[in-house]
């Protein structure tokens, strides 16, 4: 098991002195909750001065290994590392989306071992904690999202995949997005099967399911951008009180319609003002099944290791193993 441990200032002090200069010294570190792929940072200057480090390292990395995950050609490889990111985060601010602005990159060797980003500190807290605490409050920053969305299903590209690899002239595995997605369930079902009961036994007809609503999909040869897992949780509010997304390195070139599937289940009622016209009803169908499998194996895959909030991983696990069996 990979040992776990917070950063201290000595391992990131070269990096954000590099990152905001002026003479400045790193005053103190605070790990920031979430995340389980990589560990997310508030660095504080002697002057006040903030900003957030991301590290990617395998001491900050809760999943278990699997095979494929350096496998960029598969549109769901885990997003790793700066060259993801930084394609991601070219594409979206390139669309007019919001995004934290990268102070430095250090792809590791330079200011230590590890790959790190330093990006600006939005302090104004995440869209799920104010839709909770002022829902009134949130509707404009739920508009600006929603502009956000449309500015991205605008976008279109011949081929699917990582934005990073698309846009660097590479190519996805597979023929299709419904292929690739229909590929992910099965082997999700198959995982949730061999760690619940209740998935195992309903395991003939939920793939009987999965292949008739793949069935359904017809083809298609352009693709929106999509984030892939934007919860109000990947959704900071700026000082201007606009959206500011966060999380982007898996942001890919992909069908909207899987993307407005993950904002309905994490959104919920506050979705509507996100909702859009015109989106294909079958590929919602099947991908709305896909999705509740995936949040049940996931969050099981996850608990074979380390993951500290064990109960909460186990929550979303039993909600969307439940919700799978609705569906049928």
Not at 211 to 234: I, M, Q
Not at 297 to 326: C, K, S, V, Y
Request: aromatic letters at 6%.
């Amino acid at each position: 098991m990979v040992a776990r441990g917070v950063v201290g200032r000595e391992q990131l002090a070269g990096a954000a002195r590099a990152a905001l200069g002026g003479g400045r010294r790193l005053a103190a570190v605070e790990r920031l909750a979430g995340g389980s792929r990589k560990g997310v940072y508030r660095l504080v200057m002697d002057d006040a001065t903030t900003a957030i480090a991301y590290r990617w390292s395998d001491a900050e990395n809760y999943w278990p290994a699997a095979a494929g995950d350096a496998d960029r050609s598969d549109p769901f490889s885990p997003g790793l590392g700066p060259d993801l990111f930084e394609g991601a985060h070219a594409r979206l601010h390139a669309l007019g989306v919001r995004v934290p602005a990268i102070r430095s990159l250090d792809r590791g060797g330079v200011h230590g071992p590890d790959d790190l980003a330093i990006v600006e500190d939005v302090r104004g807290g995440s869209l799920e904690e104010l839709i909770a605490r002022d829902p009134r409050a949130a509707a404009p920053v739920l508009a600006g999202l929603g502009e956000a969305l449309e500015a991205m299903r605008g976008h279109r590209a011949a081929g699917y995949g990582k934005v990073a690899v698309v846009d660097g002239g590479g190519a996805a595995r597979g023929t299709s997005c419904e292929g690739v997605v229909l590929d992910r369930a099965l082997g999700d079902l198959a995982e949730a099967s061999a760690r619940d009961g209740r998935i195992a036994r309903a395991r003939g007809r939920l793939e009987e399911r999965l292949l008739d609503l793949a069935a359904a999909v017809r083809p298609r040869a352009e693709y929106a951008v999509v984030h892939g897992e934007l919860g109000p949780d990947h959704v900071l509010v700026g000082a201007d009180g606009h959206p500011v997304v966060i999380d982007v390195e898996g942001t890919m070139y992909f069908d909207a319609e899987w993307e407005h599937v993950f904002l309905r289940i994490r959104f919920h009622d506050a979705y509507r003002p996100l909702a859009v016209d015109g989106l294909d009803e079958d590929r919602l169908a099947f991908y709305a099944l896909a999705h509740r499998l995936s949040l049940t194996a996931g969050p099981l895959r996850l608990l074979d290791g380390d993951f500290p909030d064990r109960p909460a991983m186990a929550g979303i696990a039993e909600h969307n193993l439940r919700q799978a069996l609705a569906l049928l």
